[in-house]
C-alpha cells in the first residue's frame, strides 16, 4: 500500500519521461446527482472513495478497504495523471469509472508487487469533497423574516439550531437530535472560524445555509470519529435567540390609554394579563390560557428583573410589548421546562388595574343637584343604581337588570366598605363614580365573578333617602320629648296604655316630623318592638310605672333617645 501512495506522487517524472502515448483516460459518469453546484477544477483539493482494479476486474487497491478516503490535490502533478485527468469537471457525489491507460499510470516500470509494468488501471471513483485555498465561507439564505429589527454581531450571545452535514450530505451532529439549541458568544472564537463568521448578520427566525471549508472548520485534523480531515462543512442553521450582554429591556408597540391619571410605582399591587413568546415566536405561557391576570407586587422583587423595570410607569389599560434579555429575565440556567437556558423573553402585557395598599375610596361627583339640603350618611336607608366595572371596563353588575334599585342601610354592612363610603354624603339625585380597592372591596379572593385583588369601578345615582337612627335603636325624637310622656301616650286618659293608643301617637309623631323609626322594615313592626320593650311584665298594656323604670335605664341617653 505503502508503494501506491508513492507511485501516485511519481507519475509525473513517468510522464516525462514517456513523451508519445497513444491512449489517454477513458471517463464513465454512470452516476451524476441532478444538480452540481461545483465542479472539480485544476488547484482544487479532493476528497474521495475509490475501488482499484485492473481490467480483468481484480482489485489491486481500495479507499474502502482502509476506512478512510483519499484526500489529494488536482492539477500539481501529486496525483497520477490519469486521475488529474479523469477527476476534473467531477461533482459531489458523482460516481465514475476512470479507465487509466498505463503511459498515464505507472507505465513500463509498474508499481512494486502491486500493479505490474504496462498496466491498464480502472478506478471506480466517488467524490466526497472539493475545496481551494482561495474559498471563502459560503452563506446561502433559505428564508428571511419580512421583519428584521436587529443582526447577529460580534459579542453577541446567540442560541440557534442546526443540522451539520459533510458536503457529500452524511450528517455528523444536530442539536435538534439533543432537542436544545446551541448556545455560545459570536466573536470570542468560541466557535470554529466558519461558523463564526457564517452566523454574522443573521436575525432571529432566519435559516441559512453555511458551507465552511476545512481551513475554516477542523483542518488536517478533523475532529473525533466524526468529521474527518480536510472535511468541508455543510450547516443549516436557524437563528432562534441573540442578546448581548449590555442589552436592557425594550419596550415597544405601545398603547397608552388618554387620559392616563396614574401611573404604577415600586409598592403598588397590579394585575396584568399577558402573553409570553421566545423572539422566534414560540409561545411559552399565557395568563390568557388560565382565564386568570398574573397578580403581584411590583418593585419588591417578587418577578423577575426585567419585568419589574417594564411594570414601573404604566397605565391601567396600557398596552405594551418587553424584550427581556436573559440576564434580566431567567438567565443561563432558565426554568423548568418551559424556559430553556439564555433565552431571551417577550410578553405582550395588557395591564388590567393596580392598586396601593395605602390606597382610599376615589370619589368623582359627576353630577350634583343645585339644592342640596339633606346628604345621606351611617344608619340612612338609601335606594340607588349603580353599575359595577372592573377598570378595563369589563362591566360586573348592573342594578338595572333587576325590578327595583339597590336598596342599603348604610353602615350596617350590607356591601363591601369601599361602596358604603362612596355613597355617603350624596344628595338624592346626585351621581358620583366611586373606585374602590380590593383591600376596601371583595380582598384578594375575590367574589363570584369578580376576581381577587380587583379593583372596582362604580357609577352611582342616589335616588332616594331616609335617614335612619343610631343601631340599636327604633325611635329617635326629632323634638324635645315631652315632660310627661306616659300622660302624652294616654289620650284616654284611663291610666293605660295598649298598643293600639302607642302606635297611634307614634305615626302622628312621625307624620309630624317629631320623630323617626328605623327605615328599612315594616313601621308596625317596628313599633310592636317599640311596644314590647316598654311592656315590662309583657300584660299588653304599658302603665306609668312601667314607663319610668324604663326611663331611668336610659336616663343618660341624649334627647333623640328612644322610648
Known sequence: MTAIVW?????????????????DVTV?????????AREVENGDHVRYHYNGTFTDGKQFDSSYDRGSPFSGQIGLGRLIAGMDRGIQGMCINERRRITVPPHLAYGSQGAGKVVPPDTTLVF??????????????????LYKPEHCNRTVQSSDFVRYHY????????????????????????????????????????CVGEKRNIIIPPFLAYGDTGYGTVIPPHASLTFDVLLVDMHNPKDD????????????????????????????????????????????????????????????????GVCVGEMRRVTIPPHLAYGENGAGEDIPRHATLVFDIHVIDFHN???????????????????????????????CSLLDGMLLFSSRDYEKPQETLLGANKVIDGLDQGLRGMCVGEKRVVIVPPHLGHGEKGAG???????LHFEVELLTLQKGVPPGF?????????????????????????????????????????GRLRPGQDPDEVIRDMFHNQDRNRDGKIIADELKLKAQEDAERSRHEEL
Open 7 to 23: 507511485i501516485f506522487y511519481l507519475t509525473a517524472l513517468y510522464v516525462r519521461c514517456n513523451p508519445s502515448p497513444l491512449e
Open 28 to 36: 464513465d459518469r454512470y452516476s451524476v446527482p441532478k444538480t452540481c
Open 124 to 141: 471506480d471513483v466517488l467524490l466526497l469533497d472539493i475545496w481551494n485555498t482561495k474559498d471563502k465561507v459560503q452563506t446561502h439564505v
Open 163 to 202: 443540522n451539520g452535514t459533510l458536503l457529500d450530505g452524511t450528517p455528523f451532529d444536530s442539536s435538534y437530535n439533543r432537542k436544545q439549541t446551541y448556545n455560545t458568544y459570536v466573536g470570542k472564537t468560541w466557535l470554529i472560524q466558519g461558523m463564526e463568521e457564517g452566523l454574522l448578520g443573521m
Open 249 to 312: 429591556i425594550i419596550v415597544d408597540s405601545q398603547v397608552i390609554p388618554d387620559p392616563c391619571t396614574r401611573r404604577s410605582v415600586a409598592g403598588d399591587f397590579m394585575r396584568y394579563h399577558y402573553n409570553g413568546t421566545f423572539l422566534d415566536g414560540t409561545v411559552f405561557d399565557a395568563s390568557y390560557l388560565r382565564n386568570s391576570t398574573y397578580n403581584t407586587y411590583i418593585g419588591l422583587g417578587y418577578v423577575i428583573p426585567g419585568m419589574e423595570k417594564a411594570l414601573l
Open 357 to 387: 395598599p395605602k390606597d382610599t375610596v376615589e370619589i368623582q361627583v359627576t353630577h350634583k343637584p343645585v339644592e342640596c339640603n339633606l346628604t345621606s350618611d351611617s344608619d340612612d336607608l338609601i335606594q340607588y343604581h349603580y353599575n
Open 449 to 455: 365573578i369578580v376576581p381577587g385583588s380587583a379593583v
Open 474 to 514: 327604633l325611635f329617635v325624637w326629632l323634638v324635645e320629648s315631652p315632660a310627661d310622656l306616659f300622660q302624652a301616650l294616654d289620650v284616654n286618659k284611663d291610666d293605660v296604655v295598649p298598643l293600639e293608643e302607642f302606635s297611634a301617637f307614634i305615626k302622628d309623631l312621625v307624620a309630624e316630623g317629631k
